[in-house]
């Protein structure tokens, strides 16, 4: 919980304008609000610069009066940090026979390459870490570094005063690499983490790995009925063409089971696609640029999707049971053959539509990204960290926590499995990113264009697997052409390279290879602040209230005039509240 408004301004003698070559390899992301999702995000591997560019820091030597760098130095003596870590139960299942996660590939590497081991304080999954990490916050007794996974467990402790000011440590330790992974979100990262001038922690990035929310149709369903919205095969539709494919399907039950056109989950995020094909967003903070705030949920463009939704329920090409299904049942429907139309990140065959491939082997995607009436396709930046890790105040090596991050995120993305065959044969074999001592990813915004272009070009023959950037590229990247030996006759053994081939090829071939060559991404940078004390009092049920909304209107219950008594209710309930303290406390931060 914020109690005051705590100035953060960004420190940009943080950030280093070096640009060095790069490839970078991209993950399989996540999806909001589903434990998939989550899944994907734990699957994120590390891109990768120039060998060359990080010898040259790595080995800098004192020339010229300069001081030689000491990102990469050693402790002459063991050093041993007590940490606090997640340890979700998929995490400990990938360790190796007879490890641990104080002893496992990554922690091992720490130790050759540094001289640092650890001892876990803490070691827990998801929200008893979170409260395990409250606890110590209260007592003040946190441990000597630790990963934190909630931003407002940042801002408590920075209030409470328990952070060490790593500033000049970053300043000082940080490789190049590491500079330019965080230059290239353009400061968003660090300004998060900046607290009065002072860098409170070295935030994970996150690549925007949801976005865009992509069209996913059933090309063989298509193919059956001779459809196809996509004439000029610029992989980008309008919603009006989406209602097309869903109408014909519904209109030939294509399934034979009774198709359903368009299924939705109960939350209010599913519709971020329509009201984007709208020109709007769902659930953001968007700054005005005139010093206020809006709550993107209350534009017209919502309300105008929320129309268009009904319409859809009232013809039956939205399911008839809009508003009770959640995302389980949702994919229920896809996997039982009872729905061709669903809608999420480029990353969807490597987990959900793997089971409908399990359970209907004829079964083809396709994927769309979705623009509006003058051709645009509205894409919001995600929040761009995704975990911080800190250092105690009073520890005497706050340094550590830069040279692990070098180490973990710049030095060992160059390794092969000549050079480090312990790490890269565990992530080869699904190990875990998160064994490591840190749980955040340090990916640069261009993570999911590079991974594109890598298996693209071993899909094009120009790039053999075995030369691709990362072991996670050459993994996929060599199961992909397994597949692709027999694309007709897809088995037990071949499916993961299937589901490979959908998501790096066929979805990033939308997401990133069709929106970069339409050249209409029109991107929005919304504000995510931590939680002000109006918005932790009001906001739990002015999503309540915006829900109701969203389902009576959609299913007819209140007519789309209720949209505007609607808005008043959410601004006097507390909203117009959560707004003027928010723009107060950007306007002084």
């Known amino acids: 919980m914020l109690k005051g408004k705590a100035k953060r301004l960004i420190s940009c003698a943080v950030l280093s304008t070096t640009v060095l070559a790069m490839t970078a390899c991209g993950s399989t992301g996540t999806d909001t609000n589903t434990a998939a999702g989550n899944q994907a995000a734990q699957d994120n591997t590390q891109s990768t610069n120039t060998q060359a560019a990080a010898d040259a820091q790595g080995s800098a030597s004192a020339t010229g009066g300069e001081v030689a760098f000491k990102g990469f130095e050693p402790y002459e003596e063991e050093l041993n940090i007590h940490i606090g870590r997640l340890a979700s139960q998929h995490t400990v299942s990938t360790l190796l026979p007879g490890d641990t996660l104080e002893d496992n590939p990554y922690t091992r590497y720490v130790k050759e390459k540094l001289n640092i081991t650890f001892t876990d304080e803490i070691e827990a999954a998801d929200e008893d870490y979170k409260n395990h990490i409250a606890l110590a916050t209260s007592s003040g007794d946190i441990p000597e570094m630790f990963t934190v996974t909630n931003y407002d467990t940042l801002v408590d402790l920075v209030e409470s005063d328990l952070l060490c000011d790593l500033t000049d440590v970053f300043n000082e330790y ?326 490979f081939y959908n998501s790096r090829i066929v979805g990033l071939g939308a997401a990133i290879g069709g929106l970069n060559a339409n050249g209409n991404a029109n991107w929005v940078s919304p504000l995510y602040p931590p939680t002000l004390e109006a918005m932790e009092q009001k906001k739990a049920a002015l999503d309540t209230l915006e829900l109701k909304a969203y389902i009576q209107i959609v299913t007819g219950e209140q007519p789309i005039e209720y949209f505007e008594q609607y808005k008043a209710d959410w601004m006097s309930y507390g909203g117009a509240d959560i707004i003027a303290e928010m723009e107060d406390y950007y306007a002084n931060k």
């Open 174 to 499: 940080a490789s190049d690499y590491i500079r330019e992974i965080y230059d290239s979100f353009d400061g968003r990262g660090l300004d998060m983490v900046t607290f009065d001038g002072k860098l409170m922690a070295l935030p994970g990035t996150n690549a925007d790995n949801g976005v865009p929310t992509l069209c996913w149709i059933r090309k063989d369903w298509m193919d059956k009925l001779g459809i196809n919205p996509d004439e000029d095969g610029d992989l980008c539709v309008t919603y009006e063409e989406i209602a097309d494919v869903a109408r014909a399907f519904v209109d030939k039950d294509v399934s034979g089971k009774g198709t359903i056109g368009i299924a939705m989950s109960d939350g209010i995020g599913d519709a971020e696609w329509i009201a984007n094909a709208n020109g709007g967003f769902v659930g953001k903070w968007l700054d005005n640029g005139d010093g206020t705030i809006t709550w993107s949920t209350l534009s017209d463009a919502n309300k105008k999707s929320w129309e268009i939704l009904h319409q859809w329920f009232e013809e039956g090409i939205l399911d008839p049971q809009f508003g009770t299904r959640t995302y389980e049942d949702v994919t229920a429907l896809l996997i039982d053959n009872k729905c061709g139309i669903a809608f999420g990140a480029w990353h969807m065959p490597d987990w959900r539509f793997s089971h409908v491939k399990d359970a209907n082997p004829e079964a083809e995607y396709i994927a769309y990204t979705i623009k509006d009436s003058t051709g645009k396709v509205n894409l919001a930046h995600e929040n761009p960290t995704n975990n911080f890790i800190v250092v105690r105040k009073d520890y005497p090596h706050p340094e550590a926590a830069v040279k692990i991050q070098n180490v973990l995120f710049d030095e060992l993305v160059h390794e092969t499995l000549d050079t480090a065959p312990e790490v890269m044969s565990f992530v080869q074999n699904g190990g875990d990113n998160f064994t490591k001592p840190v749980q955040i990813e340090c990916l640069p915004s261009t993570t999911k264009d590079v991974y594109y272009n890598e298996h693209q070009a071993v899909l094009k023959g120009e790039l053999l697997p075995e030369n691709t950037s990362t072991a996670e590229n050459k993994n996929s990247s060599s199961i992909m052409l397994e597949y692709l030996k027999d694309p007709e006759h897809v088995t037990e053994e071949t499916r993961t390279g299937w589901s």
